[in-house]
């Protein structure tokens, strides 16, 4: 070292000499073996607190990315057909949306769909295992889609606590009544926390059905495929006096049903079969899973990448 | 999560580097296999409402006093005398806590109508505060209610018309104190005790004595036989200062003494790496730490030291006692011990020590070597009750730059004490000889009666702090410290840890056992 340089550079050099860039404080330090180790601090799953995806700035962010990126991939991806979205204009905020759940892409067509005030005050309700397993995911889902933990595997008091609060604190929720997406695109049982949290809260659910996400990006597939997307808005469905939350559960899956009916006919081919109990099973048929998958029959016609960009030489 | 006790950690091999102390700058050890580290509880949880158990215990004093206000009456002379600026450390953030107590004896004199009041810094033969010292101990409300009428004061101890010699203890020790504490109404102490040693009668009798008085406990003699002067029972210090308060009692002085502790959370966000135990550093901590230690090293010491002694403790209050002052005491010990003892089996033969920027001698000022000798085997080799950490014959290493520099304006008489006394001995018998000259040089009394300086006498003291440690240890090494002021003090240097610990198996013999105080958060080792 120069002995001209003044003291304070001799001493920056020298520090930058003496920096070793491995071992502690670089990395984690261990773990002596005298100290027990304590059961580390559940930051992830149900335990991951979201109420900072909820504030302003991150409201901000979600609000840009879900209308200048999600919303026109969406329309790339799935060019939804939206039928009875006049409902919710009638219907009293905050509401929870119920939907059949088949694909990844469920809660992003839904909210691409949702009028500008709703889809800015929605949270989604997640599965904490999967959603939720890692602080990186758990970041990037609570800021892009508003998600909030949701364990579906058994009770858990946390995640009811957690969802009722948001709603009674004027968030719409979209919460999945199946627990996780279909495997073969047919409705799987439906367990009872959208209706739980109907009852609790006292507030309205809004039930969706939605035909074709199963096409684009199925469970298992790895990579989307375009197929056109029907989102059907039920009527707004509240507790009726003396109904029990279990009840109120059972009507809502019937109604998914006569949506799903809907989507596959008309709305008045779907009433008068609701009418008459004969509504075709949207559990699909009992039997091997290759004629379950058949019975769903072919894609929509227009699920024809080439001829929808084909250049009309004619 | 209630706070955890402290902890003595057994190092082994998957035990990260322990972190010291080096003066400005921090230092990463790994100690040999085997080693002890003693980690201090963590902070106790603060009062929920300060203010109201502040009130709480205006109004409900311990002891045989009154109430508060049933002391106070129109016409009376009240003199509320605090602790100065060596408390706490580092300095507590605004509010602190000698404001909080302040603001509500004043609110409850003015309604009493009491209006000859006056505030006493409570010096000792500490150096004045200045007046952002003194605003940021009393906040700004009082400051400007009584320094601008002559209500604020100082004490000042070398003032031939502002003392009063109230007599002699029955071991014949001089009680000389403030005339006008001693001649008001009632005196009101307001203290905030950080260790063991601090409060009940040392308030009065060491905070508001002259040097004739404090001669008396403050000498090589008694601190050799306080072993650990942070133990109340094994304490000459401790003994001295309650005879010569008894005495002022029975002099007439009527006392209020108001004890305040304070938890161990002793540096902010930024810095909370020092007072965690290096195996739980998140992150963040070792982020935190990679940029603190880095911008401290490059920066010239000016700057760090500038920087350090900006930093404001986030200290929460933790109890309040008023009333009788050793009622008081009794109470407020129990709450020092509460947030900082710790059981340790068992002494060591080596013990080791990270010294940090600051001591209760340089707040907003320079550790000279005077002071690092202090505050290593004044102040953290007497953190023990029972037995000293490390064993008779054993070995002391600290970790500190030691430099050679001094704050002319508040330690002028350290450079002369450095440069004159400690050249001849280090012996704190010895020096003793020097002292009275010392003492009473003029030109000291005038820069401390007049500026920021800490009397001719204090470096003597600090000296004095030392002498148990340096009887009972056989060597003292200072790792990383200056050669020459090293040598000076008498002690040994080392380049690094490894180099000390050879150094000390000189001493101690081979496969010694080792001990590591680690602080903060302070603790004070019952050692067993």
Redesign the interface.
């Known amino acids: 070292m120069s002995p001209e340089l003044p003291?304070?550079v001799r001493?920056?050099v020298g520090?930058v000499r003496r920096?070793r860039p491995s071992g502690?404080?670089?990395s984690?330090?261990?773990?002596?073996?005298?100290?027990e180790r304590p059961a580390p601090a559940r930051e992830v799953g149900v335990d991951y607190d979201t109420d900072w995806s909820r504030r302003y700035p991150a409201r901000l962010v979600r609000a840009m990315v879900l209308d200048n990126v999600t919303r026109p991939m969406t329309h790339v991806l799935a060019t939804p057909t939206v039928v009875g979205r006049e409902v919710l204009e009638l219907v009293e905020l905050p509401a929870i949306f119920v939907a059949n759940h088949s694909s990844h892409l469920d809660t992003p067509v839904l909210l691409s769909v949702l009028p500008a005030r709703i889809r800015h005050k929605t949270v989604v309700a997640a599965a904490a295992d999967h959603f939720f397993d890692r602080r990186w995911k758990a970041h990037l889902w609570a800021l892009s889609l508003a998600a909030v933990p949701i364990e579906r595997h058994r009770v858990n008091r946390r995640s009811a606590d957690v969802a009722a609060a948001l709603v009674e604190d004027g968030w719409n929720l979209v919460i999945y009544p199946e627990g996780g997406r279909t495997p073969d695109g047919w409705f799987q049982e439906f367990r009872g926390g959208a209706a739980y949290l109907a009852a609790r809260t006292g507030r309205p659910v809004v039930p969706v059905h939605l035909e074709g996400t199963y096409r684009i990006l199925p469970k298992g597939a790895d990579r989307p495929r375009r197929h056109p997307v029907r989102v059907t808005f039920g009527t707004p469905m509240t507790l009726d006096d003396g109904e029990d939350a279990r009840r109120f559960g059972t009507r809502i899956e019937a109604t998914l049903g006569v949506l799903a009916d809907e989507a596959g006919s008309d709305w008045w081919t779907a009433r008068r079969r609701a009418a008459g109990g004969t509504t075709p099973s949207a559990h699909g048929p009992d039997a091997t899973d290759w004629r379950r998958v058949w019975a769903l029959g072919p894609p929509r016609p227009d699920d024809d990448d080439e001829r929808r960009w084909a250049i009309r030489r004619d | 999560m209630s706070p955890r006790p402290g902890f003595v950690l057994e190092v082994d091999r998957s035990t990260p580097p322990t972190l010291f102390w080096h003066g400005e700058e921090f230092s990463l050890e790994r100690l040999p296999t085997g080693s002890r580290v003693v980690y201090g509880p963590e902070p106790l949880a603060p009062l929920a409402d300060p203010v109201g158990s502040i009130r709480d215990a205006l109004l409900h004093p311990l002891g045989d006093a009154e109430p508060l206000p049933a002391l106070l009456r129109p016409g009376m002379r009240l003199t509320i005398a605090f602790d100065d600026v060596s408390l706490p450390l580092p300095p507590m953030r605004r509010p602190d806590v000698r404001q909080l107590v302040i603001e509500q004896v004043l609110d409850l004199a003015a309604e009493a109508g009491v209006d000859d009041v006056v505030l006493i810094a409570a010096l000792a033969l500490h150096r004045r505060m200045t007046e952002a010292e003194l605003r940021h101990a009393l906040g700004d409300r009082v400051y400007d209610a009584f320094a601008p009428y002559d209500r604020l004061r100082q004490h000042d101890a070398e003032d031939p018309d502002g003392m009063t010699h109230l007599g002699h203890t029955e071991q014949g020790e001089d009680v000389e104190i403030n005339r006008r504490a001693a001649e008001s109404d009632l005196l009101v102490y307001v203290n905030i005790n950080l260790v063991a040693m601090d409060g009940g009668h040392k308030s009065v009798a060491t905070g508001l004595a002259s040097y004739r008085s404090l001669r008396h406990h403050h000498n090589a003699r008694t601190m050799q036989h306080s072993r650990s002067f942070m133990d109340q029972h094994h304490s000459e210090l401790h003994s001295s200062n309650w005879r010569m308060g008894r005495h002022i009692a029975a002099s007439g002085v009527k006392v209020f003494q108001i004890e305040t502790t304070l938890n161990t959370d002793t540096f902010p966000e930024q810095f909370r790496f020092l007072q965690r135990r290096e195996w739980e550093w998140t992150m963040r901590d070792r982020a935190s730490f990679l940029a603190a230690s880095a911008s401290l090293e490059r920066a010239p010491v000016r700057i760090a030291r500038q920087i350090l002694h900006g930093v404001r403790a986030p200290h929460a209050l933790t109890s309040v006692q008023a009333g009788e002052v050793e009622a008081v005491h009794a109470r407020t010990t129990e709450h020092v011990y509460a947030q900082q003892r710790v059981v340790v089996e068992g002494q060591t033969d080596i013990l080791t020590m990270g010294l940090p920027y600051i001591c209760p001698y340089n707040v907003n000022s320079i550790m000279n070597p005077i002071l690092v000798a202090c505050l290593g085997l004044g102040y953290f080799f007497n953190l023990y009750t029972g037995k000293p950490l490390v064993r008779e014959g054993g070995v002391l290493i600290l970790h500190h730059p030691t430099p050679n520099e001094f704050h002319p304006g508040h330690h002028p008489s350290y450079i002369d004490f450095f440069e004159q006394v400690l050249t001849e001995t280090t012996d704190p018998v010895e020096i003793g000889k020097y002292e009275e000259s010392f003492a009473t040089d003029p030109w000291y009394v005038h820069l401390y009666r007049t500026g920021h300086a800490y009397h001719g006498v204090h470096p003597f003291y600090m000296w004095y702090w030392c002498a148990h440690a340096l009887d009972h240890l056989g060597a003292v090494i200072v790792v990383g410290g200056e050669r020459e002021s090293v040598r000076r003090l008498g002690f040994k240097r080392a380049s690094t840890m490894a180099d000390a610990l050879e150094m000390a198996q000189d001493v101690v013999g081979p496969d010694p056992s080792l001990t590591h105080l680690h602080a903060p958060p302070l603790l004070l080792a019952d050692v067993r």
Do not use: K, M, Q
């Open positions: 003291a304070a001493r920056a520090g920096a502690f404080p670089w984690a330090p261990s773990w002596p073996g005298g100290v």
